[in-house]
């Protein structure tokens, strides 16, 4: 069994940045896709960004690209979602997830092939 945990959520300002990780355990990481998705109120979840087991493939959602960047550290068993320029739109709980196999270059952002989710964390910004 797979464990994720994220962290570095919080309320900030329009224009500020936050880094979330996920720290997992269980599995050996570099054997997991992952993938980072939020969740605003009232809102369905959506995918934000994706990461290849290596960490050479790399998928954003067209709303951050630009202004976010996933990367792993395989030896640390810790995946990180580097935000910046945040705006209010970007207000949601974020949730990390992780997957053994089924999740490819044409469904990364489908989020019912990750089997593995931690239990999100909470993003607020302020106009």
């Known amino acids: 069994q797979v464990q994720l945990g994220e962290s570095g959520g919080g309320l900030v300002q329009a224009g500020d940045s936050l880094r979330l990780s996920c720290a997992t355990s269980?599995?050996?990481?570099?054997?997991?896709?992952m993938g980072w998705f939020r969740q605003a109120p009232g809102k369905e979840r959506e995918f934000v960004a994706a990461i290849s087991y290596s960490g050479r493939s790399i998928y954003y959602a067209d709303s951050v690209k630009g202004r976010f960047t996933i990367s792993r550290d395989n030896a640390k068993n810790t995946g990180y979602l580097q935000m910046n320029g945040l705006k209010p739109e970007d207000t949601a709980v974020y949730y990390c997830?992780?997957?053994?196999?089924?999740?490819?270059?044409?469904?990364?952002?489908?989020?019912?092939?990750?089997?593995?989710w931690g239990q999100g964390t909470q993003v607020t910004v302020s106009s």
């Open positions: 997830a992780a997957a053994a196999s089924g999740v490819t270059s044409n469904t990364y952002y489908n989020a019912v092939l990750y089997s593995y």
């Open positions: 269980g599995r050996t990481f570099s054997s997991l896709r």
